[in-house]
């Protein structure tokens, strides 16, 4: 046995006699909050996807933000190696003006990064 939906009415929920143009009111203002109800379920559901796809995004970012401090720990460190071995491994009186200074502005950048 289904039990039928019963339709809300306004007039009974207040338990009111009214007139016709009383009841077409209650009607128009009825139909009129749910319309309004139902765009603002609309509007939330959206703002909800919304929040989800900028989670999401803020996510990937985080992602890449590791990812790339990974890399840049990585490079740190192959500089820092490449300016021992060639500060150790080419003596001072054969390194050209140019080298020296690549040497110094690479450990130089190595130091600021510590900071």
């Known amino acids: 046995m289904v039990k039928k939906k019963e339709e809300y009415s306004t007039e009974k929920a207040w338990n009111a006699t009214t007139t016709n143009s009383q009841a077409d009111m209650f009607r128009s203002l009825a139909d009129g909050l749910r319309r309004e109800n139902l765009l603002i379920k609309k509007m939330l559901n959206e703002k909800d996807k919304k929040l989800t796809e900028q989670e999401i995004y803020i996510e990937q970012l985080e992602k890449k933000i590791e990812s790339l401090t990974e890399q840049n720990n990585t490079l740190k460190g192959h500089l820092d190696?490449?300016?021992?071995?060639?500060?150790?491994?080419?003596?001072?009186?054969?390194?050209?003006?140019?080298?020296?200074?690549?040497l110094f502005f690479a450990r130089d950048y190595l130091e600021e990064l510590e900071k």
């Open 81 to 102: 190696g490449m300016c021992t071995q060639a500060d150790e491994d080419c003596p001072t009186e054969y390194r050209t003006r140019h080298f020296e200074d690549a």
